[in-house]
C-alpha cells in the first residue's frame, strides 16, 4: 500500500507562481513512474505533467509546457511540480498519481497509475 500526500496549493493572482509537493509512504517505490493529473469543476481529469522513475523521461501537456516542471527526489519519494505564470485556466484540484508497476516512460492515462493522493485545491484569480 502506498500513500501519497499533496501540499503546496492556494489562491494565487494571475502569473503567480505555485509549487506543489507530493509525499509518498508506506511502501513506497521510489523508482516508479509518477504523474500530476487536474480536474476542474464540469471536466474531466487530465494529465499536467509525468515523470518515469528514473526521471529521465518527463511529459508535459501543451497547455502547460513552458510553464510548469516536474521533478522528483527519490531519497525523500518527493514528487514536485513547480508552476509558473499561472492562469486562471489552472484552476483546478490536482492530484499526484503512482505506479507500482510501471517505470520506463512518464505515463500519461489515468489508468496507469495505482494510488493516488486526496488533491490539492489551485486556485488562480484573474
Known amino acids: 500500500q502506498v500513500q501519497l500526500v499533496e501540499s503546496g496549493g492556494g489562491l494565487v493572482q494571475s502569473g503567480g507562481s505555485l509549487r506543489l509537493s507530493c509525499a509518498a509512504s508506506?511502501?513506497?517505490?521510489?523508482?516508479?513512474?509518477m504523474g500530476w493529473f487536474r480536474q476542474a469543476p464540469g471536466k474531466e481529469r487530465e494529465v499536467v505533467a509525468a515523470?518515469?522513475?528514473?526521471?529521465?523521461?518527463?511529459y508535459y501537456a501543451d497547455s502547460v509546457k513552458g510553464r510548469f516542471s516536474i521533478s522528483r527526489d527519490n531519497a525523500k519519494n518527493t514528487v514536485y511540480l513547480q508552476m509558473n505564470s499561472l492562469k486562471p485556466v489552472d484552476t483546478a484540484v490536482y492530484y499526484c498519481a503512482a505506479t507500482v508497476t510501471r517505470r520506463i516512460r512518464a505515463y500519461t492515462l489515468p489508468n496507469d497509475y495505482d494510488y493516488w493522493g486526496q488533491g490539492t485545491q489551485v486556485t488562480v484569480s484573474s
Open positions: 508506506g511502501r513506497t517505490y521510489s523508482s516508479y513512474s
Open positions: 515523470i518515469s522513475g528514473s526521471g529521465y523521461n518527463t
